[in-house]
């Protein structure tokens, strides 16, 4: 990932990526490492489906640790409320 990711500025990864196996949750998890280790910003899309996490593990068991490493997250309220556990009826006070 340093390869890749050297002289980059910014790193995206989506929701679906790591739902996909748990190769491809680890994978992505050294690249949002690696990523602010170099000073890379991140951004992601958790718009997760959940009919792709089959391999065992759950979104709140994975995207929690990835978002510790992401700038910038783009997701609704319910997303918030279900995968992080922050309450709110609406995304104002999901976030707050």
């Given amino acids: ?3 890749v990711l050297r002289g980059a500025d910014w790193f995206h990864w989506a929701g679906i ?3 996909l196996s748990a190769g491809a949750a680890e ?3 050294e690249a ?3 990523a602010r ?3 890379v910003n991140v951004s992601a ?3 997760y489906r959940s009919n792709l996490w089959r391999y065992g593990k759950t979104p709140q068991a994975v995207l929690p640790e990835l978002a510790r490493y ?4 783009v ?3 319910e997303n918030i409320r279900t995968i992080f556990g922050l309450p709110g009826a609406t995304f104002e006070e999901a976030c707050t």
């Fill in 1 to 3: 990932w340093e390869t």
């Fill in 17 to 19: 990526t790591p739902a």
């Fill in 27 to 29: 994978a992505c998890l």
């Fill in 32 to 34: 949002v490492k690696t």
């Fill in 37 to 39: 280790k170099l000073g």
């Fill in 45 to 47: 899309d958790i718009f």
């Fill in 70 to 73: 992401t700038n910038l997250i």
């Fill in 75 to 77: 997701a609704s309220h």
